[in-house]
């Protein structure tokens, strides 16, 4: 197995002065561990904190929670890929269910924005997921594929083996209700089928995510399930000494 991928998503949460108090005590937590990757997705106003906080932690990555797909102009209120690069990005969220479900990003534009990624240099994250009346109505693996196809179909086959998708059903995100691990193992196991279509050879590395309501006493459990290559994690990342219990564990 490679080697587990554990991502904090503040969502708007943390301004740079928490963010550089979270990071003095999680760093203390915190000794380099090789064997695993940290991600954080701080809000974009607060990544110069962050980037600055973790210049002696190399081993510990950086991204934005959203980008705009195009490179640059008149688009108020949003950031490019290139500008979150320029700013110590290494990789960007595209899709998260919040920006589908609140904000109306649809399909499409998650693949202008994966596509606006590469050519910043910028590694995106995938989010896929399925509501609960989806869920409910048996559609789970129809919508993920769909937003997966979606989300890739601007770019190559080589491109495809340089990102990572997070799973995270939009009924388990933020609500306390967790799918099981066997639950997150079958969808996984569906996408990286359409993976291996998709990029023959490069398929297996590609780190698929678990996302939605992970907590202390659920991650190990997720992370060591079959196609579980790391946890996205939201409210329980937010405190430094618990999303550091999460990491270390
Ligand atoms: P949660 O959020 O851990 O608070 O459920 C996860 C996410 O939205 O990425």
């Known amino acids: 197995m490679q080697r587990p991928v554990f991502a904090a998503n503040w969502k708007m949460n943390h301004g740079p002065t928490e963010a550089r108090e979270f990071m003095t005590s999680f760093l203390r937590y915190y000794p380099r561990h090789s064997d695993r990757q940290v991600l954080f997705f701080p809000a974009s106003i607060t990544l110069a904190a962050v980037v600055d906080a973790l210049k002696e932690r190399t081993d510990i990555r950086v991204g934005v929670q959203n980008i ?33 479900h609140v904000f109306g990003e649809t399909d499409a534009e998650t693949g202008r924005k994966v596509a ?3 050519r910043a240099h910028i590694v995106p994250m995938l989010c896929v997921g399925e509501k609960l009346a ?17 989300g890739l179909a601007d770019i190559s086959a080589e491109q495809v083996a340089h990102l990572l998708i997070a799973y995270e059903p939009v009924w388990a995100i933020g609500t306390g209700k967790t799918a099981t691990p066997e639950d997150a193992s079958r969808v996984h196991q569906v996408l990286r089928a359409e993976l291996r ?53």
């Open 68 to 100: 705009h797909w195009e490179d640059k102009g008149a688009f108020t209120g949003e950031i490019s890929a290139a500008m979150a690069r320029d700013a110590g990005a290494h990789l960007a969220l595209v899709g998260h269910s919040e920006r589908r």
């Open 116 to 118: 606006a990624c590469f």
């Open 134 to 150: 989806e869920r409910e109505a048996g559609e789970t693996e129809s919508v993920v594929l769909r937003q997966l196809r979606a």
């Open 197 to 249: 279509a998709l990029a023959p050879d490069k398929y297996s590395a590609i780190p698929i995510l678990y996302g939605g309501s992970v907590n202390r006493a659920n991650a190990t459990q997720l992370v060591i399930a079959p196609e579980v290559d790391g946890v996205l994690v939201g409210g329980a990342s937010l405190d430094a000494e618990g999303w550091a219990a999460i990491v270390r564990a």
